[in-house]
């Protein structure tokens, strides 16, 4: 396989890369195989020794991202959770309740 690849001038990552992202290879069975054991390919860049700190930090950085996102939808419109102080009356606030806001979002979880 690695013969393969240096014969095709492509690096590892440009192969994976090009299958994960490209249309044409959606429901490719080695595409299919590496979304199904992903987890294990995650970990396996988690305990590589060289590239265990970087490696976390992006999981991080990216979990953080994804909650940002999700923060977002959640608090749009679209959402039902937007909050437009200008537009917002007395009785809104004082009808506001924070344990029912809850209720309805762990509905929707």
């Known amino acids: 396989v690695i013969a393969a690849l240096q014969d095709c001038n492509l690096s590892a990552s440009q192969f994976v890369l090009s299958i994960l ?3 044409q290879y959606n429901g490719h069975h080695l595409v299919e195989d590496l979304l ?3 987890n294990e390919i995650f970990d396996a860049f ?3 020794p060289s590239r265990q700190v970087d490696t976390l ?3 991080n950085r990216a ?3 994804q909650y940002v996102r999700e923060i977002k939808l959640i608090l749009s419109e679209e959402g039902g959770w937007h909050f437009g102080p200008s537009h917002t009356t007395t009785q809104q606030v004082e ?4 344990e029912e806001m809850s209720r309805e979002m ?3 979880a």
């Open 21 to 23: 992202q490209s249309q």
């Open 36 to 38: 199904v054991h992903c």
């Open 46 to 48: 988690i305990e590589h």
């Open 57 to 59: 930090q992006y999981a």
């Open 63 to 65: 979990t953080r991202e």
């Open 95 to 98: 009808d506001f309740s924070i």
């Open 106 to 108: 762990q509905c929707c």
